[in-house]
């Protein structure tokens, strides 16, 4: 028995029909625009011509013959782009168009033009980027690229730069392996060794966030804000053979430098030339430095530059344009309408007096010749001059100075406290700090000693500035401190070093940037511009001086003695227990002192002393929305729940004597009780408050710590 024969698929013919001889149909499903405009089909079209036929139908008449016309059911927008280069007068009424006639009409023509429509596919991303790619590869640059294909050519650049990533991440990109944010944040670097290291490092882990990749490749980078960075500039960085890697897709304020070696070596360099120049003016010497520790003038004495004297026609102009100014200011205080010609005048004025103010200053010669400067680099980038200071040794002495051993010139003895004690410094730095160890994680250690000691400096220095603005306070500690010297012996129950030993806490990274720093050093700065230059005119002056002046004078010089630093090596329980008595006078508190919970901060703690803090300040809820975190997300986050918290570790609370005597052995188990904290969790994002892995969606699971990634900031 035969078997039936499979009827064969006659394709409809392909005709070119005359465009005048087309009309649109109004069964064409798409009524919204959506994607490329009909102005820029137009152009592609009047570029490269049809590369897609239209789907047309004829029209017939009432007895079901053709009329020589046909409909466009499918392809109208090309249609219509066709129209509009004939209105251009680009392409004739009656050019043939290559068509694809629908005469079986086994089909609805509603239905031909939404298959048209739903049977498109989209290009894959990645093959997009490959084809700018080869384009690029042709020698198409990213403007004309963009300008065929109606996209900026900063997207051009963008795709070029995806297609430049690793080819075995985009063939994991292309099996779904890795997302398109990924693939972006591994283009910031051009290195596929890396990326790739990158990615082996991370892909077992669930720390696979693109900030999280960016921040691994850039961890041995400058940013571009950063003041080295700023100070060298990125011409004379990149002429020098550096490489910027720029992030295409993220705001990255300029990118980052890639060889940080060079970028030191071009500081260093530029630097010497500047502090040369600076030199050349007549200073003895000259310090050069990208940063100074807080503290580097102590025991120096400054040396301030004086304006020119004004001449005796100066002056006269001077009083002259004073006398006129306050005339005018005070008959326009008394009008009653404003006039701008009266403002403009005393603009004028004003200007001229405030120039005459800001003359030219300078410094005595002689001065110059025994003093010197530090230079070192702004946050900004921008070159920072301290001029005027004169060393001990080189203050000039007669024959019956007789400075005692451990004293400087000023008589003051001088401080260890720039000594680390034992052990190798490198660059500022303990070689073999441990206080970055994270511990044992099933309890809670007591905190590390070098950690004790920096937030206890901060304290310092912040009880010093708040016991500097409460004179009676001051002096009453000062009083003190003196009884106790005078009748018994100097006891030591004081935290004021009454003979005025002042540490500097020079080993604490970015001390000299606090507020409490500034405005301890802005007003020193002060009243040393006022007091006379010579030690023998010292006494004249404070009898000149009226109460509320030597009060204030008093009360700075008393602070600065104030230390109540908790060091290993130098128990002063008495002197602690002192200082909580006078924070309480002063009612001083850390919180109103401006001090915060900083994402370094939590960094340095273990992940049981940043799930402490946060049970403590927000309760048990919110420390549960991040135990499951690797620590670095972890220090972020509870950073953020932290913030308007008021929560202060142990070493910043009062009656810190008990850190100093390790008294805090608290565990996990031993916290707070949860009716008087906060129960109420704060938000975090969808993908950090649950506890599953978000490109898995596997539960997270909490590995050692030891074995976590940690980034460079």
């Known amino acids: 028995m035969a078997k039936n024969a499979i009827q064969k698929i006659a394709m409809n013919a392909a005709e070119n029909i005359p465009y005048d001889k087309l009309m649109l149909s109004q069964k064409n499903v798409r009524r919204i625009k959506d994607g490329l405009s009909i102005e820029q089909l137009a152009e592609d079209i009047g570029r490269r011509k049809l590369i897609q036929s239209l789907n047309v139908r004829p029209v017939l008449d009432g007895e079901g013959e053709e009329t020589g016309t046909f409909e466009v059911p499918a392809g109208g927008r090309r249609y219509l782009a066709l ?12 050019e043939p168009i290559p068509c694809v006639v629908n005469r079986k009409q086994e089909t609805s023509a509603e239905e031909d033009s939404l298959a048209e429509n739903l049977r498109r596919a989209d290009l894959h991303p990645l093959d997009q980027f490959r084809a700018f790619k080869a384009l690029s590869d042709q020698g198409l640059d990213p403007d004309e690229i963009g300008a065929r294909f109606f996209v900026s050519p900063a997207t051009v650049r963008q795709r070029l730069r995806l297609a430049s990533v690793s080819p075995k991440l985009l063939e994991l990109y292309e099996k779904d392996e890795i997302r398109l944010e990924q693939i972006m944040a591994f283009s910031i670097s051009d290195d596929h060794a890396r990326q790739e290291q990158v990615w082996e490092r991370i892909s077992g882990s669930h720390s696979q966030e693109a900030y999280y990749i960016r921040r691994l490749l850039t961890e041995t980078t400058v940013r571009a804000d950063d003041r080295r960075a700023v100070y060298v500039g990125a011409e004379a960085y990149e002429a020098a053979g550096g490489v910027i890697l720029r992030d295409l897709f993220e705001q990255d304020s300029g990118g980052w430098f890639q060889d940080a070696a060079l970028l030191e070596q071009l500081v260093f360099d530029k630097l010497k030339v500047d502090a040369e120049a600076i030199r050349a003016e007549g200073w003895k010497w000259v310090e050069a430095a990208i940063s100074f520790p807080y503290g580097h003038t102590s025991g120096m004495r400054r040396i301030y530059a004086e304006a ?23 008959d326009y205080a008394a009008a ?33 010749a025994i003093a010197g400067a530090f230079v070192t680099l702004a946050a900004n980038g921008e070159l920072q001059v301290e001029a005027g200071f004169v060393r001990s040794e080189d203050e000039p002495r007669s024959e019956t100075d007789d400075v005692g051993e451990g004293e400087d010139a000023e008589g003051q003895t001088r401080s260890n406290d720039d000594d680390d004690g ?64 005078v009748f018994y012996r100097f006891a030591p129950d004081t935290c004021l070093e009454i003979s005025l030993k002042s540490g500097s806490f020079s080993q604490v990274d970015g001390l000299a940037e606090t507020s409490w720093a500034k405005e301890i050093a802005e007003r020193h700065e002060a009243w040393e511009r006022d007091l006379p230059d010579e030690a023998d005119g010292l006494w004249d002056f404070l009898l000149g001086l009226d109460e509320a002046s030597r009060k204030a004078l008093f009360a700075h010089c008393v602070s600065l003695t104030l230390n109540a630093v908790v060091e290993p090596w130098n128990r002063r329980p008495r002197a602690l227990e002192h200082a909580d008595v006078l924070s309480r006078s002063l009612q001083f508190d850390m919180v109103d002192a401006g001090w915060t919970p900083t994402v370094e901060f939590l960094g340095r703690l273990t992940k049981a002393r940043i799930l402490q803090a946060v049970r403590e300040a927000r309760g048990a809820d919110s420390a549960q929305l991040i135990d499951h975190m690797k620590k670095d997300i972890m220090a972020r986050e509870a950073a953020r729940l932290l913030e308007g918290s008021n929560w202060l570790p142990e070493p910043l609370r009062l009656d810190v004597n008990e850190v100093a005597d390790d008294a805090v052995d608290a565990v996990a188990g031993e916290m707070p009780d949860e009716a008087a904290l906060d129960s109420d969790a704060a938000e975090l994002p969808a993908f950090l408050a649950d506890d599953v892995d978000p490109s898995s969606g596997e539960p997270v699971t909490d590995g050692d710590e030891t074995d976590q990634l940690q980034a460079a900031e």
């Open 83 to 94: 129209g509009i280069l004939i209105k251009q007068k680009r392409l004739a009424k009656n």
């Open 308 to 330: 020119q004297e004004l001449s005796a026609e100066e002056i006269e102009r001077y009083d002259a344009l004073k006398a006129e100014y306050d005339k005018l200011d005070a």
């Open 336 to 368: 009653e309408d404003a006039d701008e010609a009266i403002e403009a005048k005393l603009d004028q004025l004003g200007a001229e007096l405030d120039a005459i103010d800001d003359r030219p200053q300078s410094y005595d010669p002689a001065q110059k």
């Open 422 to 485: 034992d052990g190798v410094v490198v660059n500022g730095k303990p070689v073999n700090d441990s206080s970055g160890d994270d511990g044992e994680e099933d309890g809670i250690k007591p905190l590390p000693d070098r950690l004790v000691f920096d937030l206890t400096a901060q304290r310092t220095l912040a009880l010093r500035n708040a016991l500097a603005g409460d004179v009676d306070i001051a002096f009453l500690a000062a009083l003190h401190a003196v009884v106790l010297q």
